[in-house]
């Protein structure tokens, strides 16, 4: 098999569909298909790639509804003309936090497969459970609460597993199926992610969990490298953790993200072809995977501007606080993942661009009208004089998660000079064009402000610059909004500029192939980003669409980002009165 005629699958399995992609050894891709779930599958009443029990806020999957997901999307391979002989490794990327349940049962048959049958025929029983929780679930307040009180607060137990307690993470949903479902849980014989339940599947065994996606389980003591026995007694209701280490397959956790866990399972070699050599690397996470997706430098940042927004950057400082998450980086020993995530984003936006086109009472582009007014208005909302008051807000249509509060929208007028704030009225802020500015503005200092201690100036020439990221790399829709890649690098800088990255939908699966590819083909001590940054054509990705760092401009908006901290202070304040 030589270097040319090797493909690498990556897949993605997401909420609402399974995605996969080949890729050659020179990144290109060969292959696409997918299994939207809802549109695909049969048998399964879901609704967006999930079933709901509103009275205890579940959210959860049905297990065999991936399986065929995974007979469609290799069958689709096949008829798409891909040779699986040409298969040389594979990874994949799952949705975070989300747990399967194996029985003892389910574990032998997955490990002896017929393969004149398939997947869904042989592993739909073979779970102790058959419902994977879905990280929208909001089931385990009272686990959560008993996680961040383990170790003293939350602030402890983000110290040490990198993110305080949530209702999605491992843990907490772990210790809510061992209450609820005692037989259930003592039935299960092994418990994996999502990722490593993909894994497992073209392992033809249980695989262990990776480096990165073990962080977003608040069980995993990130700087230790090892599980915190405090977070598993609580989980075990024991102090005897030792049935709860078998299960998590605890002793196999390998630091290495390119390790190759062993050849694909003699199922898929006789139902489909594939090469008995074919090796299957571990697979992370959806977020750690997006990261993958391009050879990211410490200190670049990807901002997805979708429903939600999430900011992610590759650091190599561990800065864990309660409102952010740490993990390890899912390739590169030594660097850590640093994530936001956001309810409110699109959504809030789009609240701010109907409000204007209601005012203009024009049918032209909404978004046209959205780009001209924050364009028009100054930055902040301020006089020539820097001294002037700064307009500052929040905008909420949903519950925000960071800062925690309530829906709700709040203006405010900020005096940089004497650190006050004033609630802003019709005199001191004019609706909604004010707002159209603002609200771009307000989530971007959001951004800034807590990764500002992660960030460093950039060495040589440009020393002089203030600590910022190198590049700020915009994806999701709204991207492609001149005036909201325009504020992005007047806002968090980025002195290489700001850069839209156009991988289509597939960016998890895409970085699953490409860490396939590192993982068969690197030499001794080649890191993913050497690997992949020599074959990576950024020209086909990327596009510069806006200047970051302008000096005076970002400085201008540094007074702004304690004045945002005071904006939410004061918010929180009202909440606790409630």
Known sequence: MTGNSALYLGFDLSTQQLKSLAVNSDLKVEHEVKFDFDADAKGFNINKGVLTNDAEHEVFAPLVMWLQAIDVVLQRFKDDGMEFGRIRGISGAGMQHGSVYWSGEGERTLESLDSSKSLEEQLGTAFSHPYSPNWQDASTQEQCDAFDNCLG??????????SKAHHRFTGPQILRFRIKYPEKYEN??????????????????????????VCGMNLWDIKAGAWNQQLLSLTA?????SALKRKLGAADVPDDGGALLGNISPYFVNRYGFNNSCSIAPFTGDNPSTILALP???????????????FLMSTPHYKPNPAVHFMNHPTTAGLYMFMLCYKNGGLAREEVRDNLLQVAHSSSDPWQRFDQVASSTSPLGQTPDLASPMKI???????????????????????????????????????PEDDARAIVESQFLSLRLRSRDLVESPSGANSHFPPQPRRIYLVGGASRNAAIATIAGEVLGGW????????????????????????????PG???????????????????????????????????VDGLQLVEQEVLKGEKGR
């Open 153 to 162: 607060d939350e602030t402890r137990l983000a110290n040490i597993t990198g």
């Open 393 to 431: 807000g929040l905008f909420f249509p949903r519950p925000e998660i960071v800062p925690n509060v309530r829906a709700g929208t709040w203006r405010f007028i900020y005096k940089p000079e004497t650190k006050k704030l004033t609630v802003a009225d019709n005199t001191t802020w004019h609706q």
């Open 237 to 241: 209701g024991s102090s005897d953790t």
């Open 526 to 560: 080649q890191t993913f980003e050497e690997l992949i940054g020599s074959r990576w054509k950024e020209e086909a990705f990327v596009k510069k669409i806006a200047e970051g760092y302008q000096e005076g401009i970002y400085e201008r908006y540094g007074p702004a």
């Open 188 to 213: 299960t014989s092994r418990i994996c992610l999502v990722s490593s339940f993909l894994a497992s599947i073209f392992l033809g065994k249980v695989a262990p969990f990776d480096i990165a996606d």
């Open 296 to 310: 990211l430098r410490p200190s670049d940042a990807i901002v997805s501007l979708g429903t939600s927004t999430t």
């Open 496 to 523: 290489e500029g700001v850069y839209r990255l156009d991988v289509g939908e597939n960016a998890c699966a895409l970085g699953a192939a490409y860490k396939a590819v590192w993982a068969m083909e690197r030499k």
